[in-house]
């Protein structure tokens, strides 16, 4: 009772070229990528995985990039999608850092020096939590930075923007989905302890993975002082 055989995503090993293709279109002139890609195609509709639906004329696209490298690991990043942040943000030169934070910042709403105009830092924001889909390490930051978007300061899309030098320097980051030979599942958590100038209430945060593979996370302010 309870066991089940588990679905297999591909059935076959294809030999593909060491050279990876740069976008779909490169992709396709190979005859191996595109077998690869037809045969991934094919399992994700056998499996039932997901249904395709039209996308509305009033929405977009979020790009994701899934590179199947073998079959043991699939890497899912928003390479292009920083990329685009980045040249809307006039940010697309700018020298990358090593951390999504200032250790030991404290963003307040306080600060005397309100921006003129927030709509700015608001779009801004709004397309950080985007790319959390795939960047577990930018989750805090960008909560943190959702915390006062309904009263920005310059000190907030200061820190804003030295959220997007770090992706600047890290946009082949992702996450990477492995085959293990343990489905244990793990979960982490942590708090910042009542750091919130304005409430003293705590940042939370957690990870759950199954195996060796990050399948869960979030990062949210508590509702209460603990």
Not at 149 to 175: D, E, V
Not at 207 to 215: D, H, K, M, T
Request: aromatic letters at 10%; charged letters at 20%.
């Amino acid at each position: 009772m309870g066991i089940f055989k588990p679905k297999a995503w591909l059935s076959e090993v294809i030999d593909l070229d060491k050279t990876e293709p740069r976008f779909y279109k490169e992709a396709i002139l190979h005859p191996s990528w595109k077998q690869a890609m037809l045969k991934e195609y094919e399992a994700l509709i056998r499996n039932n995985t997901w249904s395709l639906t039209a996308l509305p004329q009033d929405r977009k696209v979020i790009g994701r990039k899934w590179v199947l490298h073998s079959l043991d690991h699939l890497h899912f990043s928003q390479s292009k999608s920083i990329h685009s942040f980045l040249k809307c943000a006039h940010l697309i030169d700018c020298k990358p850092i090593h951390s999504p934070m200032a250790i030991g910042a404290s963003l307040s709403l306080t600060d005397v020096q309100s921006l003129d105009n927030p709509s700015g830092y608001r779009i801004l924001v709004g397309a950080l939590q985007y790319c959390t889909l795939t960047r577990p390490d930018i989750s805090f930051s960008v909560n943190k930075l959702c915390q006062f978007i309904h009263a920005p300061t310059i000190s907030h899309l200061q820190a804003a923007k030295r959220l997007l030098w770090y992706l600047k320097g890290t946009t082949h980051h992702g996450i990477l989905l492995t085959k293990s030979p343990v489905l244990a599942l793990t979960c982490y958590t942590d708090a910042d302890w009542a750091s919130c100038l304005d409430d003293r209430q705590s940042t939370s945060g957690f990870c759950v993975f199954l195996g060796l593979s990050l399948i869960s996370w979030s990062s949210s302010k508590q509702k209460v002082v603990s």
